[in-house]
């Protein structure tokens, strides 16, 4: 009797996870992970930080290889997908105490020298796919809204395959907060209701959709909706046709992938 008791499952959120009766929770899926270092590939350097020794919050930093005719370097400060609850590489997170780590360097004491030396923060893009893209949205809102520091620029957004919500409620977001109805009355996940969404900060946003993606048109109604909030800045909408979501995390190989790049990084240098 006690076994069946504790082996009771009370919440089931497939792929994610499952809550038991006793509080024991399972994952369906474990992400593999590697470590920070030496891209000998691309000459890419990767490390980790923490940026909150009160919470222990990481996170980590990426920087190409630098010749001598680079000055500095826009920032992406990218927000991972994973269903709010899956997906990273060290667990706990943060995502506005992150974005104020970012600003601490704007006068070039901060301390990342990395950031310090090569980092122009005139020049920051928030971004992110599935719920990472509600994440870097709702930050770059908050942004807007109470603002940075001086001398920190937010330019623009890559929203990639969004994950916000319709009027049925979300169960599993209900669950992981539940102080949120899950549903199209929160801001969080519906940013139509959010009274604030005309002070987005940043000049520009790309939004990124996926064909066969289930989230398709909520991405779209999302480039529809910032276009008509009147805010001030300009929304590119992006669709990949054929593939799924977030196909270029499950299936990198696609021929598909390539151009998706190409159009952020086009997104992110362009004047």
Not at 109 to 125: K, S, T, Y
Not at 223 to 247: A, M, Q, R
């Amino acid at each position: 009797m006690d076994s069946i008791s504790t082996n009771e499952i009370t919440h089931n959120f497939p792929p994610f996870f499952k809550v038991y009766k006793d509080g024991r929770v399972e994952r369906y899926m474990m992400f593999e992970t590697a470590d920070a270092g030496h891209d000998p590939s691309t000459g890419v350097q990767s490390k980790d930080v923490v940026i909150s020794p009160e919470t222990g919050v990481k996170a980590r930093i990426f920087i190409p290889k630098i010749d001598g005719s680079i000055n500095k370097l826009p920032v992406f400060v990218h927000y991972h997908g994973g269903g709010f609850c899956a997906g990273s590489a060290m667990g706990k997170r943060d995502s506005w105490a992150g974005l104020q780590w970012v600003a601490t360097h704007t006068n070039g004491l901060g301390p990342e020298p990395w950031l310090n030396n090569h980092a122009d923060l005139g020049r920051v893009f928030l971004g992110g796919e599935s719920a990472g893209a509600n994440i870097a949205h709702f930050e770059a809102v908050r942004a807007g809204t109470i603002g940075l520091v001086a001398g920190l620029k937010i330019q623009g957004l890559l929203i990639v395959h969004p994950f916000f919500v319709v009027k049925e409620p979300d169960k599993m977001y209900k669950f992981l907060c539940p102080s949120s109805t899950g549903c199209n009355d929160d801001p969080k996940l519906n940013p139509e209701v959010d009274p604030n969404l005309k002070s987005t900060a940043g000049d520009r946003v790309l939004v990124c959709v996926a064909e066969k993606d289930w989230l398709r048109n909520r991405g779209v109604a999302y480039y529809e909706i910032l276009n008509k909030s009147g805010w001030n800045g300009n929304v590119e909408l992006y669709e990949t046709l054929g593939e799924d979501h977030c196909f270029h995390m499950f299936n990198f190989n696609s021929e598909n992938v390539g151009p998706l790049i190409d159009k952020m990084i086009h997104f992110v240098n362009q004047d």
